[in-house]
């Protein structure tokens, strides 16, 4: 999300907090980037959470990251050092929102057999036509 969506966001749901926040975090990755930073027993470089979501283009993760900093679900730590090491972790937000979440995830790997089942009639459709 660049920051001209950002903004455009925040002036279309600004009086309802549930379109507000569900808009800057119901992307493909976000809670995919919280969770692995859950995980992590210590914070974790840019390099190791591209490599814990190969598919996450650069670009993506770069401009993901920097969305979950700007609304407080991650701290990026910069160290002065050569070269420069930028380290990730989760703050207390990110884990109350991840605790919130968890219903959620655990509802996804419940039913997500059920789901696929579900869908395939539809995709091998879309296929036919």
Not at 57 to 80: H, I, N, P, W
Request: proline content about 5%; overall charge neutral.
């Amino acid at each position: 999300m660049n920051n001209r969506q950002s903004s455009l966001i925040d002036t279309i749901f600004s009086a309802c907090p549930v379109r507000n926040i569900l808009a800057r975090v119901s992307d493909k990755w976000s809670i995919l980037i919280l969770h692995e930073l859950r995980q992590a027993a210590s914070p974790l470089r840019f390099s190791e959470l591209q490599k814990k979501m190969p598919d996450i283009s650069q670009k993506m993760l770069t401009q993901t990251l920097r969305t979950l900093e700007q609304d407080g679900y991650v701290s990026r730590v910069v160290f002065a050092e050569v070269p420069p090491r930028v380290e990730y972790h989760i703050t207390s937000l990110g884990d109350s929102f991840m605790d919130a979440c968890r219903p959620m995830v655990d509802w996804a790997i419940a039913h997500f057999a059920e789901v696929i089942k579900n869908r395939s009639p539809y995709i091998q459709n879309a296929d036919n036509t």
